[in-house]
Structures are given as C-alpha cells and as structure tokens.
C-alpha cells in the first residue's frame, strides 16, 4: 500500500472517528452537561495518550519519547480550541442542527481559518495570499452546509 493510499485511509478514519466522538459527546451532554462531556472526553482522551507514551517507551527501550525540540509557548493552548470544540458540538448537535449540520459547519470553520492563517502567515506557516482559485474552494462547502441546514430536516 502506498503511502498517499494510507493517508487517505487514515485520514478516512479520522473523519468517522471525529464524527463518532461528536455523537458520544453529544449523547452524554443530553444526560449530563457539555461541561462534563468534555472533562469526561479529554481526561479519557490524555489517560490513553499517557498509556501510549508509556507504551512506546517500553518497546523503544528508552527513557522518554523522542522529541524534536522545545514547542513553541502558543502551542501549548491548543487544549482551549479543542476542549471548546467538544463543548459546542454537544450543544448544537442536540439542537436542530443536527450531527451533520454541526460537522459541516465545522468543516467549514477549519477551511476559513486555514486560508486565514496561510495569508497572514500565522503560527509560523508560510505566508500564501488568499487567491480566486483557493477562495473557490469554499464554494462547494459553504453550499452544501447550507443543503444540509436548510433542506435536511426532515
């Protein structure tokens, strides 16, 4: 198997597993709140990242995992969006918006800040101007979400 052939499958599975995690936690906020939906996550989410680590440097007989330098200080915060993330998607997937409604309008969101951060070279990323041809790409998902919230209820 090729390895763009793996990155589309993984890449497959991550989308179905974002999808799956969006409906437990939504679930679970229906019974609960969205507060502990997302404690609950995360603190599962970091006793398997903590097996892991554990895991791997068992087997690659070493005292830490390997480490390619010092993270810059701002990416330390990348818990806030993500627990912020799991939060808002346990609200609106149990509102009219639904699972689908919810997972498009996040897609969406990821593409306008990607093309946001390429064009003012945020996080480090080259710079890339914000040209026709990549504002096109939008399009195409900025409508079908509005197919989705609009004319997907039932």
Known sequence: MTSVNLNLLLALLGGALLALMIKLN??????T??????????????????????VITTVSKRDRPISGG???KWSYLGGIPGAMVVILAAITVNSELGLSGTLVLGLLGQVLFGLLSDHFGLFGVDKKAISAHRLLSIIPIFSGASLIIFFGRS
């Open 26 to 31: 939504s679930s679970l906020a229906a019974l």
């Open 33 to 54: 709140t969205p507060l502990y939906a997302s404690w609950l996550a995360h603190g599962i989410g970091a006793s398997v990242a903590l097996l892991l680590i554990a």
């Open 70 to 72: 010092a993270a810059p």
